[in-house]
């Protein structure tokens, strides 16, 4: 047999490995789905949390239409206090279908590293249109640079959903990881 021809003699060893299933707990050992993070991978904090909604990474909200069918819109976001704060314009789909539905998804993924990212199952507890002027141009400032926002259509009354998160689930793999999810020596 030549060296190449068994699949462990190709294998290289790595601090960190990459499996696609949870790792299996022995029978003297207790974990929670929550204590499982894989090598290069942690779980997310608040600091990591509020990371994610301070820059310019968009977030993908979640409503439900009348029909129960999922309709998914990429929005600025700001989460302030415990809060996540979305400005749409009132007779948006997405307003529409949270005045009949208050349950929303959320996902933010970090533009400069994919492998952080947060999803959020929550309710809207408020729709307002005070103060969204202003989160408006301050949003317009976060996401584009500027104080203003060219799109608007003057006939759109803008709101703020407030939305109160149930459940948040994240990962962040540090990039210097990202190698080894490519890794020729991982092809199966």
């Known amino acids: 047999m030549e060296k190449g021809d068994n699949d462990n003699d190709r294998k290289i060893v790595t601090s960190v490995e990459i ?23 942690t779980k997310l904090n608040d600091e990591d949390l509020h990371r994610l909604f301070q820059f310019r990474n968009l ?7 009348k029909d129960g069918s999922p309709h998914v819109t990429p929005v600025w976001a700001e989460l302030v206090d415990d809060l996540i704060l979305i400005n749409t314009f009132e007779t948006s789909a997405k307003n529409k279908n949270i005045i009949n539905d208050k349950r929303i998804a959320l996902s933010v993924v ?3 590293n994919p492998f952080n990212m947060v999803s959020i199952k929550g309710k809207v507890i408020e729709q307002t249109a005070e103060g969204a002027e202003e989160q408006l141009k301050r949003l317009a400032k976060k996401y584009l640079g500027i104080g203003k926002y060219y799109y608007r259509k003057p006939n759109h009354k803008r709101i703020i959903l407030k939305i109160k998160p149930e459940k948040v689930m994240g990962l962040s793999i540090h990039p210097a990881f990202y190698f080894l999810a490519y890794s020729p020596w991982n092809r199966g």
């Open 19 to 41: 499996v696609d299933t949870i790792p299996s707990v022995k029978d003297n050992e207790t974990t929670s789905n929550t204590d499982i993070v894989s090598a290069g991978a």
């Open 59 to 65: 977030a993908y909200l979640t409503t439900l239409s």
């Open 110 to 112: 970090e533009q400069s």
